[in-house]
């Protein structure tokens, strides 16, 4: 299914590093989500944007900072980031305010 | 009390056995109801939505209580197939835009 797809699927970097995640949808939806997926833990809501605009900023550390560019394309730029950051990354999209969402196969951070 | 509280399993079935799910949400206001599965390091993958009258497809059938705020997934004759872990994901309105709380999931095992 290619309806979400993010890059890189697999990411290592180092604290100092600075890496940008990239999630890109074909559903032709106007909401695009970013997740935290952190091990034995549900997923936890990082960041929304609906119609390019950002509605919701779920006490993210500032080290990491979204852009949706486009109703199509989101990112998320990293920079400094510390151990406990490595995780699952999901990006997801979804076409209403009520609908299901659907999700990228996500990124898998580690962070040395 | 969790946002979305579901039993964590995990629930070791044989191979053609019926099992259940419970979920419990604590916010009034939801309006959208979903069941999603996770495979292991994968994606949720959105597996049906969960309607007021109850809804059916194949060999799953959701149920929704919206007094007890309870919502309950059944698994007929699982396949092995089946194994996954499964999300209770419930939307809390908040700022005209789709919050959805993910359930921490409940692991199923089938075995032959």
């Known amino acids: 299914e290619t309806g979400v797809t993010q890059t890189p699927r697999h990411l290592v970097m180092g604290m100092t590093n600075k890496k940008s995640l990239k999630c890109e949808q074909h559903?032709?939806?106007?909401?695009m989500y970013w997740y935290k997926q952190s091990a034995k833990k549900p997923l936890e809501l990082m960041f929304v944007?609906?119609?390019?605009?950002?509605?919701e900023n779920n006490s993210v550390p500032s080290r990491f900072s979204p852009e949706c560019p486009n109703s199509s394309h989101l990112f998320l730029h990293l920079h400094t980031l510390q151990p406990e950051d490595s995780a699952l990354y999901l990006c997801?999209?979804?076409?209403?305010?009520?609908?299901?969402?659907?999700f990228g196969d996500g990124t898998r951070l580690s962070i040395l | 009390r969790k946002e979305v509280e579901q039993d964590p399993g995990p629930f070791n079935v044989p191979e053609g056995a019926t099992v259940a799910f419970n979920c419990t949400y604590s916010n009034s206001a939801s309006q959208s109801f979903f069941w999603y599965r996770q495979d292991c390091r994968k994606e949720p993958k959105l597996l049906m939505s969960v309607y007021s009258s109850g809804n059916e497809d194949g060999r799953f059938t959701a149920q929704l209580n919206r007094a007890s705020q309870y919502i309950s997934l059944l698994i007929r004759d699982s396949k092995l197939s089946d194994s996954a872990t499964y999300l209770c994901?419930?939307?809390?309105?908040?700022?005209?835009?789709?919050?959805?709380?993910f359930g921490a999931g409940t692991r199923l095992a089938v075995h032959p």
């Open positions: 944007y609906s119609l390019e605009e950002r509605v």
């Open positions: 559903l032709g939806h106007n909401a």
């Open positions: 997801a999209s979804s076409r209403d305010r009520v609908g299901p969402q659907h």
């Open positions: 994901v419930v939307n809390f309105p908040t700022g005209g835009y789709n919050k959805l709380i």
